[in-house]
């Protein structure tokens, strides 16, 4: 099971290594059918279906408990050795205490093992030469491969979007990109609205296939290694760290998949010539017409924590670091794209560079993009929250304001980049209460470390049961609630704010709870250190 999760952590991505599977059997027979009514589906009834349900919800994590029937029809089969008995006894509702075995197929002897070992030699011939040794790849090693395939995908689709344009020659942009981005500040360049790019159907005609388009291996190889610096550049913190980062671009991923689709009456059966892909994307105001902008949000959620030193922003400030010194607000977040982007431009990712633009407008739209999505996982900062309250309000309000400046698909697009990039750094409070149980004991771990280390005035421990009500008062639900109004991502707007709303009722419940084992934890941490 964990060399499978471990496999699939490369595909599916961060927290797939977490899962682990509990099995039961029991052996019979059992009725079968299809019952009718709306979600009729083929299902299995009877006492061995019931019997084999409680050898699951007894069972233990990564191990599969059979019963004593299925036990016995393991040994009448000569595999006697593949059953371990459990060292207590288990009471199961209505058949009282019952004697139950754990399944050990490592205790094979004899030419049945030999023939397994040759089967399983041979699947792993056949496995991808990147995971031939996934044993041997750590936790980042495999978060880096999965979102190397995560870009890939998205350079694919940009390269796509080209048509006719597919030179990867950028040698004309070298004195461009030398003085881009190369002002005071980062936050200088910030802008309320960025204008995203419009198509019309002569631009789509010309669009190529995304699954046809082959990177190259050269450019490949550079953004492997480019992912493999970054994650070398987060800090060993234990909540803002690469695999926060993966967790982030994985919610990122996943809206921007599930961002509301085309429907029948606009695209390519539009009659009119002067089409555009606004109209193609539905309800998304443009950010599902233009690859390079999804791009950008995705690269902007993987290097947005980029060397976090594991305190907020006002404590940087009262110490007068030396990037405080520099860019005075939004600090962690200005030097996370100053690093990120003078990363990028080094000649050694110049093929990697080619895929991602090829045009001055594009390199300035990167920029943009990327600029503003950072900038928006500063929550704290008053200004820049003013800010997006009154383009909200504006723009999606039950009663906004008439401006057709403020009003347009631009700034709608803008507001809903920053609302899914901020939903996302915060995405572990909307999913399954145990994921959000485990990061919010990550963070409590790096603000803890940072008070007993005096990097903090107060002892989190104190406020951090209170605190969670309050974040998910006024900030995680009013944002879930957003992402829901908007119109933009269907139901997945819907499934965060349940998660949300059910996470907040949840530690209400057991929270105080959680922050003395969190304390625990940390105490018994540091003193076997």
């Known amino acids: ?281 539905g309800h998304s105001y443009g950010i599902t017409s233009d690859p390079l902008t999804q791009f950008s949000v995705v690269f902007s959620a993987i290097i947005h924590d980029l060397d976090h030193p594991g305190v907020p922003n006002a404590q940087l400030v009262k110490e007068n670091t030396r990037s405080a010194q520099i860019f005075k607000k939004s600090v962690a977040e200005q030097n996370s794209v100053e690093l990120a982007w003078g990363l990028l431009m080094g000649k050694e990712y110049e093929a990697l560079r080619a895929c991602i633009y090829n045009s001055e407008d594009d390199l300035r739209r990167f920029r943009q993009l990327v600029v503003n999505s950072v900038m928006a996982t500063d929550i704290v900062d008053k200004e820049l929250q003013a800010l997006r309250k009154a383009r909200w309000e504006t723009a999606f309000a039950h009663n906004p304001i008439h401006d057709a400046s403020l009003t347009s698909d631009d700034c709608k697009a803008t507001i809903v980049i920053e609302h899914l990039i901020q939903a996302s750094d915060v995405v572990h409070t909307m999913q399954h209460w145990h994921i959000y149980r485990a990061w919010n004991e990550k963070f409590f771990m790096e603000c803890y470390a940072a008070y007993q280390s005096g990097r903090a005035d107060s002892d989190p421990s104190e406020n951090w049961y209170k605190g969670e009500i309050g974040f998910f008062d006024f900030y995680v639900i009013p944002l879930a609630k957003k992402l829901e109004s908007c119109g933009v991502f269907g139901v997945s707007s819907r499934e965060y704010l349940s998660y949300a709303q059910s996470n907040r009722d949840e530690w209400v419940r057991e929270g105080e709870r959680l922050v003395k084992e969190y304390l625990a934890k940390y105490r018994k941490m540091i003193k076997e250190q």
Not at 25 to 44: D, K, P
Not at 180 to 192: A, C, N, R, W
């Open 1 to 281: 099971m964990k060399d499978t999760t471990l496999k699939l952590e490369v595909s599916l991505g961060p927290d797939t290594s977490d899962l682990e599977l509990r099995v039961g059997i029991h052996s019979g027979q059992v009725t079968a059918g299809v019952l009718r009514g709306e979600r009729s589906r083929f299902q299995l009834f009877g006492d061995t279906m019931n019997t084999a349900a409680r050898m699951e919800s007894t069972s233990q994590r990564n191990r599969i408990q059979v019963s004593q029937v299925t036990a016995d029809l393991l040994a009448a089969s000569g595999l006697s050795t593949w059953i371990v008995p459990r060292e207590s006894k288990i009471f199961v509702k209505g058949k009282g205490e019952l004697q139950t075995y754990w399944l050990n197929t490592k205790a094979e002897k004899g030419s049945m093992a030999a023939k397994s070992k040759c089967e399983s030699q041979r699947v792993q011939e056949l496995d991808d030469h990147f995971l031939n040794d996934i044993g041997t790849m750590t936790k980042t090693e495999r978060l880096v491969e999965w979102n190397v395939e995560v870009l890939t995908s998205l350079l694919q689709q940009i390269i796509a979007s080209r048509g006719d344009f597919v030179d990867a020659n950028i040698a004309c942009l070298k004195e461009k990109e030398a003085t881009i981005g190369k002002g005071d500040t980062v936050l200088e360049e910030f802008v309320p609205i960025i204008q995203l790019k419009r198509f019309d159907a002569s631009d789509l005609s010309k669009r190529l296939e995304a699954t046809s388009i082959d990177i190259g291996e050269e450019a490949k190889t550079q953004l492997r290694k480019f992912l493999t610096k970054v994650a070398s550049m987060y800090q060993d913190n234990p909540f803002h760290n690469f695999e926060h980062a993966s967790h982030v671009t994985a919610s990122v991923k996943k809206l921007g998949t599930r961002i509301v689709n085309v429907d029948d009456r606009n695209g390519l059966t539009t009659p009119k010539d002067d089409v555009n892909l606004v109209d193609m994307a």
